[in-house]
């Protein structure tokens, strides 16, 4: 039997996440991922653990912990220094390494004392930041300011949970992953039709931007051959391995997952870009207003939930009726953005706004983009500079449902919001 004294002083032992953080004593286990086609290792995901028996031991409880008490950002970097440091240690160089970032923690600012082990770990593996498709719908604008700084530090872009939100599948072009992760649900669960248009939606984006498709959960053989009929080429679950230290005999980098794709510029001037590919025609804003409103019902409509963005040029043009059907498409759709001079940060409710620079090319163009997983359609037109009334004002315009060019539109206006915040009042 333990004595009063003993519980007492085993109590006193048990640490709490400011001994861990402190401490730095966190610890990595690796689970292999990998070719489905030829059953062979081609890169890691390490996952975080608390000290090992505690209370705190399960990355859920760790986690929680930190953000109670104000340390997840902190955690987060010790996570990823630990991760680091455990595959230098066994030579795991030139190996794709795929670690979990929170994305509430991009932009954070690491803690100098791991400054070195994360430089070392940027230079000598091919780190993958795995992100949580949940992101996408909550704070998409944020996140993908994020992914963007660490894509110039080297890493590469991996998608997990795949398939848990259908509203994010629109974001996949936005956000332009190098891995898609597919949650686990979907090799472990029934497929039906709902799935299947989903999966079609996300191979489609795997084939046009050339992203890995990369199956979780793949626990039996049953789980594989949905896998690979899932379009997935790779993989990872207790089939494989269950997580634990990096094997004896690691992957050589010949055979490691490569990631070395190139990511397009975004487009400073939506126009410029699509009149360069498209025949132009001219009409007054009294016919655009049609091609306008048609784009619009069809995303309030659509079954794949879009997204929507659109520039204004100026606030005046953004009316009090341009607001309610703004707010109309902002409650059924999973994002929704207004541009323009003097727009402000949320012009309706449900819709996300951006204040233009008078100098910016958007300023002098009216665009309605959206982008949903199948279907994309946009109009992109440039004021010709008419006085008279506003009806009557005319344009230079196209319209395309080209995917490409709805694309590189969409990411044009989606890089304007949240960049200028320091303008408003």
Known sequence: ???????????????????????????????????LRTGQTVAFEALARGPAGSHLESPMALFDAARQAGLRDELEWICQATAIRGALDRGLKGTSLFVNIEPETLGAVSPSDLVATLAAGRRSLRLVAEITERALTI?????????ESLRDAGMA???????????????????????????????????????????????????????????????????????????????????????????????SVSSSLLLDRT?????????????????????????????????????????????????FQEVRHFTPRSRDRFAGLGAHLPFVAALGVGVAEHPAPGVRGASLAPDDPLTGQWDVVVLGSHFSGALISRDVGDDGPDMDRRFDFVVTHDRDLVTRAARSLMSRIGQNDERRP
């Open 1 to 35: 039997m333990i004595s009063a004294v003993s519980a007492q002083r085993t109590e006193s032992f048990t640490p709490t996440i400011h001994d861990i953080v402190a401490r730095r004593s966190v610890r990595s286990v690796y689970q292999p991922i990998v070719d």
């Open 139 to 147: 704070r998409p604008v944020e996140l993908m300011r994020g992914l």
């Open 157 to 251: 872009i991996a998608l997990d949970d795949v398939g848990a939100n259908r509203d994010s599948v629109a974001m996949l072009p936005l956000v332009n992953p190098d891995v898609i992760k597919l949650d686990m649900g979907l090799v472990q669960g029934q497929p039906d039709r709902t799935t299947a248009s989903y999966l079609s939606a996300v191979a489609a984006h795997a084939e046009a931007s050339g992203a890995h498709i990369l199956a979780e959960g793949i626990e039996t053989e049953k789980h594989l051959i949905t896998a690979l009929a899932l379009g997935a080429t790779f993989g990872q679950g207790w089939h494989f391995a269950r997580p634990g230290p990096l094997p004896e005999h690691l992957p």
């Open 263 to 311: 990511h397009p510029s975004i487009d400073r001037d939506p126009a410029a870009a699509a009149f360069a590919q498209r025949p132009v025609n001219r009409a007054s804003k009294r016919h655009l207003l049609a091609i306008s409103r048609h784009l619009e019902n069809w995303a309030l409509t659509a079954p794949e939930h879009p997204i929507l963005l659109a520039a």
